[in-house]
């Protein structure tokens, strides 16, 4: 089930037994977890209906203890557990045990309610097939689909209550790419641009993007289109160097991959005529399996950046344009 649909199912009323949140976006992940802890807890007491515990500071026995607490003064009572993707700590077999019996055991109404949040689950293993009905296995995956991105575009701007013209959402879209916090964040700065009740056009969405200039992404692209590797890395440091922040850059790289696959198709993209001008030259210098190759490495460095590596993003960044420039 995608993160929209548990959300949608949670404020129905319904509340599983157990979910589990798995993939490497840690927005859907947070948004969902923040929607199950309402729903669950409510205006409830917290101090002793909410226990937190993550990987590598807790023990499997922990969790087994705060499974079988009874919830105070409340209907029911939330166990979180988290990898902590920082310190490497990994949900391994000792906790696939416990996981995966507490799910097993666990009815429709059951008083404790368990959460497992991780970047990466393994449908292979037998603790994550045990997410099964009533339990829940939530897709937090960033959308891959220009369709599925213009839904959460849609349904983003629903939630903060901005009125958001389809031209300006392509534009977001198409700028910012499936970075799911940064395109959260831009459609709140287009809606203050607006002002209060007023329609977020493509025009606000221009002043306000956050996305590095086209002048120094061709520097780099040509860099890269070239193999000129070394001058590649310095422009990046360059970039990184003036404040530019990691993810914007890859934002950046993926918008302009994207339009070089699309001008490669014989599309036309939007834009003045020197951008475009642009854009045809160098799209005659990546034939379409390399496009295709970068497009895939680019995603690859999205999700190391969203907390997949313990790789600094500025070292994640600098391998893949060495990846891309060989």
Known sequence: MSAAQVQSELSKGTIRPAYLLGGSEPLL????????????????????????LEVGAATPGRLEEALATLPVMAERRLVVLRENEGRGAKLDANWGVVIEDSVASAGPDSPTVLVVVTAKADKRSKWVKAFKD??????????????????????????QGVDLDPEAAALLA??????????????????LLAGPGERVTRKHVEVTVATVAEEPIWDLTDAIGQGRTAEAIDLLSRLIA????????????????????????GESVAGPPFVVKKLTAQARRYPPRRLVTCLR???????ELKGAS???PERALEQLVLGLAS
């Open 29 to 52: 992940r947070d948004d969902v977890l923040a929607a199950i802890e309402a729903a669950v807890l409510g205006d409830g007491p917290r101090d002793f209906n909410l226990d937190r």
């Open 174 to 191: 198409d700028r910012v790419g499936p970075q799911l916090l940064l395109l959260r964040q831009e459609i709140e700065k287009a809606s």
């Open 310 to 312: 313990v790789m600094r």
């Open 297 to 303: 490495a680019i995603h690859r460095a999205d999700v």
């Open 242 to 265: 003036q404040g530019s922040a990691p993810l914007m850059i890859l934002g950046a790289l993926a918008s302009h991959f994207r339009r070089l696959v699309r001008v490669g198709h």
């Open 134 to 159: 009533p339990a829940l296995f939530v897709e937090c995956e960033a959308p891959k689909k220009a369709r599925e991105l213009a839904g959460f575009l849609a349904a983003e701007a629903k939630g």
